[in-house]
């Protein structure tokens, strides 16, 4: 089985590409490097000692993903490639519309063309809004905060609309919660481009004295401590559910979304803490007001891709610390 996977050299698709090699999947990838470096495809072949084929280009360039369908009899496609970092998304709302959308339409229309109609796509759970409860399930109402977000839902309904007009298509859409954590050897993992928005990467660069003090964005929460609380899912065990949709969406026909988190929230200090712990560091804090758009608490309810994919989440915050400051550790 060939697997085109776009946007597969960045942090989630290169984890994501080890299971698929791992698993004697063939597979190409397609990258514009906008997010990621060359090197990382030899840091995949050195962990699986396997080998897979790269296209350096965009994929809101409609000819090159038409050679790559042109050339290959693709089975399925991963579609990671896009733009992520919500605060960008705000300043620079059409650069986020313009890549998010056009590479996905053009994918997709390529596809429809080469009747190949199995995709997974990275959807977020920046989907759900402010959630109205909690643990959050796969049928809550939808809305966005922001244009990234915006982007992902306008994606999704996309993906259903296609359904509707051909039943032939095979969709998983992931709603991704916190993915957290690096591959074991130390060669592959988050390489956040200067100061990092996300808990995980600024504790490791405070840990690692790059930067000073992590901000604690608020302890005036509704939740255990404080702190806001989240779904941590390490970023392996976010692969092997992309294995499992790959499966699904080749033995099936329909449109489906999946939350994939483990089910289970960490607050900012837990996580802090578990860091310290595991890794036997100091890591300097302090409490700051909350950050605008935040919310109390995010957790998955996990069940359904239990279910239907057969994806269980199996590593715990412990292995997600000491994960994520190897990676950094081993990449000074
Ligand atoms: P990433 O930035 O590390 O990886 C994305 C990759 O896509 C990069 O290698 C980048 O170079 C490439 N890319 C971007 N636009 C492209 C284009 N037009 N053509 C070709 N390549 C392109 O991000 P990630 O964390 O691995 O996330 C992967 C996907 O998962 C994204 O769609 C993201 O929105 C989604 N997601 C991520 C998170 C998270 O916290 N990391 C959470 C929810 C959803
Ligand atoms: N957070 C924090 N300091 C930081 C970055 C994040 O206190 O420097 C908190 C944030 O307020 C949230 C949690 O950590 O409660 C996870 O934030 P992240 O940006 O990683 O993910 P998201 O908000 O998208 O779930």
């Given at each position: ?31 514009n ?6 090197s ?49 998304s705000v ?57 990234y ?10 993906l ?18 916190n993915?957290v ?32 003090c ?29 294995i ?22 960490y ?8 860091f310290?712990?595991?890794?036997n560091v ?51």
């Open positions: 089985m060939k697997i085109l996977v776009t946007g597969g050299l960045g942090y989630i698709g290169s984890h994501t590409v080890v299971e698929l090699l791992n698993d004697n999947y063939e597979v190409i990838v397609i990258d490097l906008s997010n990621s470096k060359e990382v495809k030899d840091n995949i072949e050195k962990i699986t000692n396997k080998e897979f084929e790269l296209v350096i280009g965009d994929v809101c360039n409609k000819d090159i993903v038409e050679d790559i369908f042109k050339n290959n009899k693709i089975d399925a496609v991963i579609h990671f490639a896009g733009y992520k970092a919500v605060g960008e300043a620079k709302p059409l650069m986020y519309y313009h890549n998010n959308l056009f590479s996905t339409i053009n994918l997709l229309e390529v596809m429809e063309k080469y009747e190949c109609r199995r995709i997974v796509f990275s959807s977020s759970a920046t989907v759900y809004g402010k959630p109205e409860s909690l643990p959050i399930k796969e049928d809550f109402k939808l809305s966005t905060t922001n244009p977000g915006t982007t992902k839902l306008m994606i999704e309904d996309i259903r609309d296609l359904y509707v007009s051909n039943n032939d298509w095979s969709i998983a859409i992931l709603r991704y919660f993915p954590g690096a591959h074991k050897s130390g060669l592959i993992g988050e390489d956040p481009n200067g100061i990092p928005n996300n808990l995980m990467p600024y504790i490791v660069k405070v840990a690692n004295k790059e930067l000073e992590l901000s604690i964005f608020g302890d005036d929460y509704d939740t255990k401590d404080g702190t806001g609380v989240r779904d941590y899912i390490h970023v392996v065990d976010l692969s092997l559910g992309h499992k949709a790959i499966e699904y969406v080749l033995k099936n026909k329909g449109v489906d979304e999946y939350n994939l988190g483990t089910g289970k929230g607050s900012v200090l837990e996580m802090v803490k578990t310290e712990k595991v890794n100091n890591v300097n804090k302090k409490i700051v007001e909350r950050r605008p758009g935040d919310i109390d608490a995010c957790y998955a309810d996990s069940r359904k891709a239990k279910e239907i994919l057969g994806f269980e989440a199996k590593k715990g915050i412990e292995e997600m610390c000491l994960d994520s400051y190897n990676y950094v550790k081993k990449n000074l």
